[in-house]
């Protein structure tokens, strides 16, 4: 049997909502560090909600992971084995980068004097207060963001390459 040309619709759905929690995730995430710290308690519940996010993105990615272990594979697209290679790479570091980010937020979370809250529900103390722990959890998370941004950035305009240059119509896998 040959390999299908286009994602189940599981994978395609799993992709796009990634897709946008993560770009609002980054938004989020560089918006809220220059709230302002004060007894109002508008930064801690803007932090909150990405802590809440975040640990949804990173369930939700080893929920890809394993769909992606799972599913059959599908075709290739004829590029040269200099472009499959970059191409798989840029997604290996993608899928580690997509469960470092949010594994080191919450990490250095556990580390840090403030409790943890899945949208509202408010989580078990996992450790005590570790400032250096945190300190190094949240250097990281801040690298493993960068990188991701980066690597998205990536992406998009490997998908621009593909539709607009190439014209190859690679969207249609995705749909």
């Known amino acids: 049997m040959a390999p299908a040309t286009r994602y189940d619709r599981f994978s395609v759905l799993l992709h796009w909502l990634m897709a946008a929690l993560l770009l609002a995730q980054l938004g989020l995430g560089l918006w809220m560090v220059d709230l302002p710290k004060d007894n109002s ?41 200099v472009k499959q290679r970059l191409a798989a790479w840029n997604h290996r570091l993608l899928y580690l980068l997509m469960l470092v980010a949010p594994l080191s937020g919450f990490l250095g979370s556990v580390f840090s004097q403030y409790p943890i809250r899945f949208f509202g529900a408010r989580l078990p103390r996992l450790a005590a207060p570790w400032d250096m722990a945190k300190e190094v959890l949240s250097v990281v998370h801040l690298w493993a963001v960068y990188s991701l941004l980066l690597l998205i950035a990536v992406h998009l305009l490997a998908f621009v390459h593909h539709q607009f240059i190439l014209k190859d119509q690679l969207i249609r896998r995705m749909r």
């Open 41 to 81: 308690g508008v930064r801690a519940g803007w932090f909150n909600v990405h802590k809440s996010t975040g640990m949804l993105l990173g369930l939700l990615i080893l929920v890809r992971l394993g769909w992606a272990w799972l599913r059959p594979r599908i075709a290739p697209l004829a590029l040269s084995p």
